[in-house]
């Protein structure tokens, strides 16, 4: 079983930029696709991005590819999601998951969760 925290959030600027982190633990990381998952206020958790086992394959949310990237460093045991040119609808808390599983965007198919990481967009 993995653990998973996230670091990084804050508050930023519209147009600037913010890195996130996720620390895993207790598992063997490179069993896991990682991905990220964000929750605005009032809204459902919705998909971000995810990275499969060796870091070579990512898939995005169709309306964020382009202004967030998505890395790991298996060495590190971490993932990390790379967030330019943010906005005020940004605005969210993002979480980081992990599954055994490649392809998926719900977020009852990822078995291992963070905690979350506030970030906010100032206009």
């Known amino acids: 079983q993995v653990q998973l925290v996230e670091s990084g959030g804050g508050l930023v600027q519209a147009g600037g930029s ?7 633990s207790g598992g063997t990381f490179t069993s896991y696709t990682m991905a990220w998952f964000r929750q605005a206020p009032g809204k459902e958790r919705e998909f971000v991005a995810a990275i499969n086992r060796a870091g070579g394959l990512t898939y995005y949310s169709d ?7 998505i ?15 943010l906005k005020p609808e940004d605005t969210a808390v993002y979480y980081c998951a992990a599954d055994s599983r490649w392809g998926r965007r719900g977020t009852n198919e990822y078995a291992y969760w963070g905690q979350g990481t506030q970030v906010t967009v100032s206009s």
């Open 63 to 69: 309306s964020l590819k382009g202004r967030f990237t």
């Open 18 to 24: 913010l890195r996130l982190s996720c620390a895993a």
């Open 71 to 85: 890395s790991r460093d298996n060495a590190k045991n971490m993932v990390y999601l790379q967030m330019n040119s």
